[in-house]
């Protein structure tokens, strides 16, 4: 069966000799190279900077690995993740305090990856293809000649969503490829096949986003008669859509559901850890009265810390829980954009999204406790072995386990994706009916 | 010789009044051509369109923001205070500019093991391609793009409609149309901005808990003087490209895949370029050597008070102010390489008019990263420089001032704001030169 597309055809030859069209490719390419390059050199140097790290822990831990002060200095570093090198990835900070110690993450927040690549230049080379589709042919009175024929209004308009699409597309299918070539030929990459089914799972997420504001402008150019007022309507709402409504989520929410805030609750855990120490102190004095050495009292005085150290926990993960409420509502006010659907969907099937920080927490939070578990039964048998072992005595940690993390399974990825996939999915349904339905109301004349 | 000299005179006078006339008609054409490209301006739809979108995102900008500082603004008077905690108050200019005042703004203490710490502003970077919807943002995306829109077709588009022939047909040079052309789409732009700002500006006034004063307003109307340079930046830009294409909507589609470069692109790829310049180690592996600084010290003192050795009160303060000299090179060690990072970020980033501005917007505000670095210099003076078994009470006090303006304009702002202006000049030669090559006939 042979499909006859004229409309869809022409706008294809049409829009493939633009000048819009050849800028848009060539600024998309020219990007993607500069964006490869930079951020392998920034993965490259991240990856060296945590093998130096577990390099000098583990020099230290050889001479200094002491019972009593091991855990300050025997910690879980995580490597950068693997699909970090195409989107950047956000600094898994999440303690209540922070030192001055500043990661340049910090200091200079956005970036220039693959979310700017298709986030910024793609949706714009989108809305610059669709603002003139069907304003720019009524303007021409081309409109009225295609309509004498016996071709409905509601045709042209899928035809030419079809081929506007395609053309949208194109440089992200090229960019892609190109881009999945280097990866396969970089000795110092290796993804596994998870990672490169997540990498068209994004990169089809990328054609959505991209159809999204080609529809928008599509619905633009159906409602407006002249094009230079499509184009700037357009301009202004990508301006909303793109970089405003994003923005708006995280102070939105502040206001709107009020937490106390950090100093407060680093307050009150620091009056727990005084009222902790003093009840050890006034324990270890009654121990020692009783005639046990300081050694030994300080030892078995360590069971008293333990409420407090329940209750320190407690108000931590309280504030913890609103912390992620607030994130939560930050979210969806957020979500009224489709970037932010794009950057949260796209960042969570690559592994460095919100999921997988929780992932990450859950994982480091598990070692620890494997660790400490290990080293107290450590402590036991060498306490057995040799009764005047104490917490000031070196012990061995070279059969204890690093910690090595392991990426989410792209599963719950998925899992954690597709909230924001459906949105997006849902944003491109409802402009296309309602130009579909707009496209009917049409008066075709020229001015 | 003096009927020689009569001539001369009768000719000079004759001169003075034609060049006076020609003046007094370039200076009415000057002035007409202004008003004819403001009202034609006031009376398209793009002006409303635009007006409207400023308005909205001038008022909706302050209101988040100022939200935002009070917010803040509670949080820092309800912070229980230690004598040795040391706290910032949230500037209030950080209602228009917001830059790193979250990182400023807060509570710091001091420990052995952590070093010199704060609450963690717990920003959710990544969510978008700007982290606040600031003053800052309305005029670096929203002013800008709304400048090239004004620009885009003004000389294409009277080269289109076959008008451009008619204007030059008159006694104007090209350098005053494109001069009239620009400043009436400069002021027609200014009018819904300047309106909209100074009226919430007015509001904030009236606010008791905002305290702006005298010299906060000045800063204020020095950053929307600079704003005026970035627009006409864009505006000439848009000009520019109005003389080279002979169509409106390919100059249209070439401006705003610049925009996006500028914009977006130049100053998101400069911490890149200038992380590859500098390697500034990472937080993790910083917060290792600290933890290991002060238990090797530890450790070694317990060792040696097994093999026998006293450890006195000297010996005792002498591993603690070893432990700080060590803290205090560390700190100073990765601040040094943070200043240098932040030097290149800001130079590459003067490659964009946008990049100029943001860097002198934050300077003059006090919010830039400048300003951070010196409020951690105060505060590892302050903490780094304590005698260790001194109490509270004799301690020097802290001592932090935000800096002056002058000081403010020092370093990379001068470079920012001299850029700016350059390109300006260099925009509005292009264009002239431009247009002195132009095919004025109809396409």
Known sequence: MKIEAPILKKELLDGMVSFRFTIGVILMIVSAAICIYVRFHEYDQRLNSYHLTLATQQAFLEKYAHANRLRAVFQAHVPPRRMSLLLRELTPNLDLMQTLEDDPADLFPPSFDFQWLVGILGSLLAIVLAYDVISGERERGTLALISSNSVSLTRIVIEKWLGGNLLTVFPLVLVVLLTSIYIHLNPRVNWVVEDWVAWLLIAIIYAIYLSVFFTLGLLISCSMRRSSVSILTLSLLWVLAVVFIPSLGLPLSKVMKRIPPPEVVAQQLRTIEQERESAVRARINELIRSGLSAEQARWSSEVISKPYWTKAMRLRQDYERQLADQRRLARWISAFSPTFCMIQATSELAGIGASSVDHLTRSIDEWNRLVDDLVQRKIQSLQVANPSFGPDDFIDVSDIPRFIYREQPLSSRWDAAVTYIGLLLLYETGLLVLALLLSRRIDVRPD | ?443
């Open chain 2, 1 to 443: 010789m003096h009927e020689r000299w009569g001539a001369w005179s009768l000719a000079k006078q004759v001169m003075q009044r034609v060049i006076l006339k020609g003046k007094r008609v370039r200076r009415r054409m000057f002035r007409e051509l202004i008003l004819k490209e403001m009202r034609d301006n006031v009376r398209s739809s793009k002006f409303l369109l635009a007006s409207l979108a400023i308005i909205l995102l001038v008022i909706a900008s302050f209101h988040t923001m100022r939200a935002d500082y009070q917010r803040r603004l509670a949080r820092f008077s309800s912070a229980n205070q230690n004598p040795s905690d040391v706290s910032i108050p949230p500037n209030p200019l950080s209602i228009f500019v917001k830059g790193r005042d979250e990182l400023i703004g807060r509570s710091f203490r001091y420990s052995p093991t952590r070093g010199i710490f704060g609450p963690n502003p717990m920003e959710d970077h990544g969510v978008g391609f700007i982290s606040t919807p600031d003053l800052l943002f309305v005029i670096t995306v929203v002013m800008t793009l709304v400048a090239l829109f004004f620009s885009f077709d003004l000389i294409s588009g009277e080269r289109e409609a076959g008008t451009l022939q008619l204007v030059l047909s008159n006694a104007i040079s090209r350098d005053v149309v494109i001069l009239g052309k620009t400043l009436a789409a400069l002021v027609c732009i200014l009018i819904p901005f300047i309106g909209s700002v100074l009226l919430e500006v007015i509001l904030l006034m009236g606010d008791t808990s905002v305290p702006l004063s005298l010299p906060h307003l000045g800063r204020l109307g020095l950053l929307l003087l600079v704003s005026v340079s970035l627009i006409s930046c864009f505006l000439l830009l848009g000009t520019c490209a109005s003389i080279v294409f002979s169509r409106s909507a390919t100059s249209l589609t070439a401006l705003l895949f610049l925009w996006a470069v500028l914009v977006f692109g130049i100053p998101n790829l400069s911490p890149l370029v200038a992380e590859r310049l500098v390697g500034v180690p990472s937080r993790d592996f910083l917060l290792q050597r600290r933890s290991q600084v002060w238990v090797k010290q530890v450790v070694e003192r317990e060792w040696a008070e097994r093999r026998g050795d006293e450890y006195s009160r000297r010996r005792v303060q002498e591993m603690w102010e070893s432990i700080v000299s060590e803290n205090r090179r560390l700190f100073e060690d990765h601040q040094r390489k943070l200043d240098r990072l932040v030097h290149y970020t800001d130079y590459v980033s003067m490659l964009s008019p946008v990049g100029c501005y943001q860097v002198v917007a934050t300077s003059l505000m006090g919010v830039g990263p400048r300003d951070y670095a010196d409020l951690k210099r105060a505060l590892a003076r302050y903490y780094y420089g304590r005698a260790i078994d001194a109490s509270e009470e004799n301690t020097a006090p802290f001592s932090y001032h935000r800096r002056a303006l002058r000081a403010g304009f020092d370093e990379g702002a001068v470079t920012g704001l001299g850029v700016l202006l350059v390109m300006n000049v260099l925009l509005f030669l292009i264009a002239y030169t431009l247009f002195l090559k132009a095919d004025v006939r109809r396409v």
